[in-house]
């Protein structure tokens, strides 16, 4: 929705922000908050007509987050929303109290009312289901969320990241459905942990200038590397494709149908697996839906339209393909941003999840939430970034079957993914990775605390252009091991 300049300036006077504000400097994907009849309809807060007060969190350039500062029961959010046909509909909202002031929540649209109580002992972000259903009435209808405490205050401190709304019928649909399309993760426990290499178009070798990316392609060393992740002890590898800038290391026909140029001649995905493969090691490929930083993929794929067919269409194209080429030779998937990129655009989880698992219903897919809540039911694991507590929390339990017992990943196998070194990405030109965080006995005392509660960390390496790990990384690892297997 987009407003008139006097339709901004009577809503700033008022007290309120209009909906679909941009991001400063930048473009910003704006919904046309028609509610879907076969799926779930978000309802981002920074979308809302809101108080003013209600400030917008922005952690990065293209990706939608939550709001702050809600604080007072006289603040509220207001969605005005075009319903399909008359239903009973569903309401959840996603929020996190920072404190332990008991809460109220009512939504109140078309003459109706739900609510749910938050009780003291909900921590973190959640996603709260209200009791009962609206019935909503064909047609525009406003949507008001509010809060209130319940005792002895009425202030309370509450970020607010969405509404939902869905179908009574369509949720248990679709919470069936996902469940269906769940793979086995027992294998990924009995590999006790994984490695991450983000591999992109930026990363720098260890001396000298950067190639272009097909070239580096062209040039990585397979073999040296699969040695140097063997000799981690590591079951599984994340490897990166688009990152920062949205390339393929392999050939990829769809991906050369959107944006000529940005994938290779060799296969690398394809000899990667084998190498690992030959060290009964799998093969877990990381993808990336788009960055500011990458402006002439965002326009070919169609990022910024409110009609999110053609970017969706383009993502299952590319997935699907991927997929059926590598079979179960690629073990799983790792999307990122699947909370601040994905989420807002009410992906259509069931398509992007069937397209994932193309040619290898066993394969692994996850859509990292941050620290957000779980985006979808439409997963198999937690990604768990940032993730440096073994139990969660107490959601996991020692000894248990790895699977997280409650708050908005339950029922998802348990990951944490972590940086070991000092960033993500080797950028720096000349330079060499820096060393890692731990000690041997730490990192041996760590995996120990990961491996009893069955959650499986990934840790992420630097990896130079050419396709080194740092030695002392891989040192370090291979020393923690015979701490925690002395007989290895």
């Keep these: ?45 920074v979308d809302a007509r809101r108080s003013q007060d209600l400030k917008p969190f922005q952690a990065g350039a293209h990706g939608k987050f939550h709001v702050t500062g809600w604080t007072r029961p006289e603040q509220s959010l207001e969605w005005e929303v075009t319903v399909p046909q008359e239903d009973s509909y569903s309401v959840n909202v996603l929020l996190r109290r920072h404190g332990s002031q008991p809460l109220s929540l009512e939504v109140i649209a078309a003459g109706q009312k739900v609510i749910a109580e938050m009780p003291p002992a909900l921590r973190g ?7 009962g259903a609206l019935r909503l ?8 969320l509010r809060a209130q405490a319940t005792e002895h205050t009425n202030s309370f401190n509450v970020s607010l990241l969405s509404l939902e709304l869905v179908r009574l019928a369509v949720r248990e649909r679709l919470h069936t459905a996902a469940l269906r399309l769940r793979a086995d993760p027992r294998w990924l426990q009995e590999a006790r942990f994984g490695l991450m290499c983000h591999w992109t178009s930026e990363s720098a070798p260890r001396q000298g200038t950067r190639k272009p990316y097909a070239q580096a392609v062209q040039d990585f060393d397979v073999e040296g590397f699969a040695q140097q992740a063997q000799a981690t002890g590591a079951g599984f590898v994340v490897f ?8 393929f290391p392999a ?27 030959r060290r009964s090691m799998k093969l877990f490929l990381y993808y990336h839906l788009g960055a500011s930083s990458d402006p002439a993929w965002l326009k070919a794929t169609g990022f910024w339209e409110t009609d999110t067919t053609r970017l969706f269409g383009n993502w299952t194209d590319m997935i699907g393909e991927a997929g059926r080429r590598y079979g179960d030779k ?5 999307f990122d941003d699947g909370a601040v990129s994905y989420y807002y655009r009410s992906a259509p989880w069931e398509k992007l999840a069937a397209a994932a698992k193309a040619g290898h219903p066993g394969r ?30 107490g959601l996991l339990a020692r000894g248990g079957d790895g699977r997280i017992q409650g708050g908005s ?11 070991t070194e000092g960033d993500w990405v080797h950028a720096r030109k000349d330079a060499e990775i820096g060393p890692p965080k731990w000690s041997a006995p730490q990192l041996a005392a760590l995996l120990r605390e990961f491996i009893a509660c069955k959650n499986v960390p990934i840790f992420n390496l630097e990896i130079y252009q050419e396709g080194a790990l740092s030695p002392r990384s891989v040192e370090l690892f291979r020393h923690a091991a015979a701490f925690l297997n002395p007989r290895r």
């Excluded at 690629?330 to 790792?334: E, K, R, T, V």
Aim: hydrophobic share 40%; aromatic share 12%; glycine share 8%.
């Design 330 to 334: 690629l073990a799983g998937w790792w």
């Design 251 to 277: 050939p990829l026909a769809s991906l050369d149908r959107i944006l000529p140029g940005r994938t290779a001649r060799r296969d690398l995905v394809a000899e990667l697996a084998d190498a690992l493969g």
């Design 240 to 247: 990166t494709t688009s990152h920062a800038q949205h390339y």
């Design 137 to 144: 009435p064909a047609g525009k209808q406003r949507v008001v």
């Design 1 to 45: 929705m987009i407003r008139s300049p006097s339709a901004w300036i009577w809503l700033a006077l008022a007290g309120f922000f209009p909906a679909t504000q941009s991001v400063p400097g930048g473009e910003s994907f704006i919904p046309d908050f028609h509610v879907k009849p076969d799926d779930y309809t978000v309802l981002m807060a």
């Design 364 to 393: 692994l897919i996850a859509f990292n939430p941050w620290e957000l809540p779980s985006p979808t039911e439409f997963q198999d694991y937690y990604c768990g970034e940032g993730n440096t507590d073994p139990g969660m929390g």
């Design 125 to 131: 972000w959640t996603r709260r289901s209200l009791e």
């Design 409 to 419: 990943h339950q029922g998802l196998q348990a990951c944490a993914t972590l940086i």
